[in-house]
């Protein structure tokens, strides 16, 4: 994930590493559906994408931060009180 928060509303990015390159366009597709089920006052979808290591930068690893959907929050708000899953 990455995030503008100096962006009005605040923008966020998902990306997917995948270890087959055949999930591409399932795994985009379900990114998409978490950004769309995001509040809009939570943040704005930038950017979704999906590939392999092999076409992942090494730059886009060392901004993005990783997340472990079991116990991911948004700022001091917990997203699923919202009705995000």
Do not use: N
Request: aromatic share 10%; no cysteine.
């Amino acid at each position: 994930m990455q995030f503008d928060e100096g962006a009005s509303p605040t923008r966020f990015s998902l990306f997917a590493v995948l270890a087959h390159e055949d999930d591409e366009q399932e795994v985009r597709e379900w990114l998409a559906a978490i950004a769309q089920a995001i509040p809009a006052t939570f943040g704005l979808a930038d950017q979704i994408e999906a590939a392999t290591a092999a076409r992942i930068s090494f730059q886009l690893i060392e901004t993005s931060y990783a997340a472990d959907v079991s116990s991911l929050t948004w700022r001091p708000v917990d997203p699923r009180a919202d009705g995000v899953t």
